[in-house]
């Protein structure tokens, strides 16, 4: 069965930074892109960004509002994805998931497991 | 980027009724649309990928058609469990991006 359950969420203070931890089981975690996704509170989903990979050499590419403040990183002997955050503002309060792509046929890319979710508070 | 546009935004519907989503992306992204249904306080699950397909563990009352910018989710008769939030998500082309959302109510 396919878990991933992230850690690291917390309250932190404008500017300052918070790493997300994402364990992965239940599958070959070298072999699948994973995605980081947002949800502020009471809104929509939002992409963050995502790494590639083995063989797409775990390359990363993010959003836009990341602007260079986000680094995701991942560790495959330890089958962990990670969220780096610098930077913080008010505004990057959400609940932060990460999700493991999947691309079932062609013609698809889908985020078929989603970690329960870890919330993340930027306040002073 | 590409803009998804979800409507509508909230849908009051009773128990076996049937109801339909619809989601449009600003350009084509040929059949790349994946649905997810969140409940309050839980994730996102994957719902309706490749704009088609249902994926494992939903029932058959569940359905997606459409390919380039138009798109729809149907719900064939509604249960008390489908009660929750839909979104329509590109996979055509990062950044993903994700329709507003759909919250789906009991009438």
């Known amino acids: 069965e396919v878990q991933l359950v992230e850690s690291g969420g917390g309250l932190v203070q404008p500017g300052g930074s918070l790493r997300l931890s994402c364990a992965a089981s239940g599958f070959t975690f070298s072999d699948h892109y994973m995605d980081w996704v947002r949800q502020a509170p009471g809104q929509g989903l939002e992409w963050v960004g995502r790494?590639?990979?083995?063989?797409?050499?775990?390359?990363?590419e993010y959003a836009a509002f990341v602007k260079g403040r986000f680094t995701i990183s991942r560790d495959n002997s330890k089958n962990s994805l990670y969220l780096q955050m610098n930077s913080l503002t008010t505004e990057d309060t959400a609940v932060y998931y990460c999700?493991?792509?999947?691309?079932?046929?062609?013609?698809?890319?889908?985020?078929?497991?989603w970690g329960q979710g870890t919330l993340v508070t930027v306040s002073s | 980027d590409i803009q998804m546009t979800q409507s509508p935004s909230s849908l009051s519907a009773s128990v076996g009724d049937r109801v339909t989503i619809t989601c449009r992306a600003s350009?084509?992204?040929?059949?790349?649309l994946n649905w997810y249904q969140q409940k309050a306080g839980k994730a996102p699950k994957l719902l309706i990928y490749a704009a088609s397909s249902l994926q494992s563990g939903f029932p058959s009352r569940f359905s997606g058609s459409g390919s380039g910018t138009d798109f729809s989710l149907t719900i064939s008769s509604l249960q008390p469990e489908d009660f929750a939030t839909y979104y329509c998500?590109?996979?055509?082309?990062?950044?993903?991006?994700f329709g507003q959302g759909t919250k789906l109510e009991i009438k």
């Open positions: 998500q590109q996979s055509y082309s990062t950044p993903y991006t």
């Open positions: 999700a493991r792509e999947r691309a079932a046929k062609v013609g698809a890319v889908e985020c078929d497991s």
């Open positions: 350009q084509s992204i040929s059949t790349y």
């Open positions: 790494t590639r990979n083995k063989v797409n050499s775990y390359t990363t």
